[in-house]
């Protein structure tokens, strides 16, 4: 059973940068596709960015293209989501989530595993 842990959130002035990690224990992260949520207080879990196994295809959602990078390191079965040019709509929960399938869902009904989350607030 794969365990996922999030950290790296914090508080942020807009237009700063934020580093979030997601971390993993109880297998290897390499067969999953991973991508990061978030949830901000009465909304729906938002997709964010995705990565493949090998980390040659990433995707992302179109609010943070050019501000966000996901990466990620089967070696140390670690994922990462660089997060720069913060804005205040970019505050919420940041989870990271691991799917077992071949394709890249944004979808967060169909993750196979989750972490407990990492809180983003970006304010002044």
């Known amino acids: 059973q794969v365990q996922l842990r999030e950290s790296g959130g914090g508080l942020v002035q807009p237009g700063g940068s934020l580093r979030l990690s997601c971390a993993a224990s109880?297998?290897?992260?390499?067969?999953?596709?991973m991508t990061w949520f978030r949830q901000a207080p009465g909304k729906e879990r938002e997709y964010v960015a995705t990565i493949r196994w090998s980390g040659s295809v990433t995707r992302y959602e179109d609010s943070v293209k050019g501000r966000f990078t996901i990466s990620r390191d089967n070696a140390n079965n670690a994922l990462y989501l660089q997060m720069s040019s913060l804005k205040p709509e970019d505050t919420a929960l940041y989870y990271c989530?691991?799917?077992?399938?071949?394709?890249?869902?944004?979808?967060?009904?169909?993750?196979?595993?989750w972490g407990q989350g990492t809180q983003v607030t970006v304010s002044s």
């Open positions: 989530g691991g799917f077992g399938g071949v394709y890249i869902p944004t979808n967060s009904r169909v993750y196979d595993y």
């Open positions: 109880g297998g290897t992260l390499s067969s999953y596709v």
